[in-house]
């Protein structure tokens, strides 16, 4: 699972990548500084994951990461092969999920594409290049499934109706994502194109150092532009973020931070963000040797979680034994929580809660 992120050339992509990443992109004041895609794994930022530390003091501690992709700029004309704009649609088609950037910030030294400052005006520009190549996955779709349908392929029928409904969304300029379409109508007909604007996106506004804590202008008018399709709007100082990374020393970061009001960097609010965007969630284990955090899409059940530790532990799936975070802290150790009985023995169907503290009982 990896989230992805696009904004118009130049607009901080690669500097939020760095300030996420440990991995290092390439930022530079021009247009079009990134070709090929930069890939980092970063670590989620957990609260509960530092507390079951300081209550089972384990030898070491791993937290749950996402991928993240800093994409090249998109402009203009994109769908259409302007910039190099078919290539790296198809990077954006290869992500789970999208962070969004817009330039939120005034600075005569920093190039703007098209001349002046307008993050809604940016926003419509990048929509509608990946509402153009969705357009060209749901022509091609259609001209085949057209055929089939006329044939009187009942099955054909249904995807030409569900498929005429996202050209039409689509041509009046809106995205898959907000397109009235029954559960089976997506299930079986749209996601599986991978529609571009179908993936749960989040805005980032990319401001001034001043404006870290209460935004701007440029922001507010962001913030109504996006109202309607309920997605999230993040207000972070991209620029400075990344500078306050390149701080060796935690005191010394704690303290840049502060200065300019925020008590954890924005960037930890954005990698919360984009693991809750790209619908996962996290449980536990909890042992002497190791504190982990593991990462699960919502909904996993207790075999497909044990799963994600050893495929084994999936097939030979006899119980799980699961204490809630909240009993695990109140109580201060597994052994207090058995004797208060709250710990849980369940089996094959349970839904997994995210912060779960789990043992697996399995059979191989
Ligand atoms: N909030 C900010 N304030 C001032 N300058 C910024 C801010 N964010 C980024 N910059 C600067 O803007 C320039 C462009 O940043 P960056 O290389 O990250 O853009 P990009 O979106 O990755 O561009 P490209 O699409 O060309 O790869 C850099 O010089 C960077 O330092
Ligand atoms: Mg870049």
Known sequence: MKAGIVGLPNVGKSTLFNCLSNAKAQSAN?????????????????????????????????????????????????????GLGNQFLGNIRETDAILHVL???????IVHVDGNINPVRDKETIDMELQLKDLETADKKLEKVKRAAKTGNKEAQKEEAALLKVKHALE??????????????????????????DKPVMYVCNVNETDAVSGNEYVDKVKEAVKGEGAEVLVLAVGTEADITELEDYEERQMFLQDIGLDEPGSAKLIRGAYKLLNLQTYFTAGVKEVRAWTIPVGSTAPQAAGVIHTDFEKG?????????????SFGSEAKVKEAGKMRVEG????????????FRFNV
Do not use: W
Request: charged share 30%; glycine share 6%; proline share 5%.
């Open 348 to 359: 094959k169907e349970y839904i997994v809660k995210d912060g779960d503290v789990m043992h």
């Open 172 to 197: 009046a300029g809106q995205s898959v994502r907000a397109v009235d379409l029954t559960e089976e109508e997506r299930a079986e007909f749209i996601r599986p194109l991978q529609f571009i604007t």
């Open 30 to 82: 021009f247009p079009f500084c990134t070709i090929e895609p930069n890939i980092g794994v970063v670590n989620v930022p957990d609260r509960r994951l530092e507390k079951l530390e300081s209550l089972v003091n384990p030898e070491r501690v791993l937290p749950a990461t996402v991928e993240i992709v800093d994409i090249a700029g998109l402009v203009k004309g994109a769908s259409k092969g302007e």
């Open 103 to 109: 330039r939120c910030f005034d600075n005569e030294n």
């Open 317 to 329: 799936f006899i119980r799980a034994e699961v204490i809630a975070y909240d009993d695990y802290v």
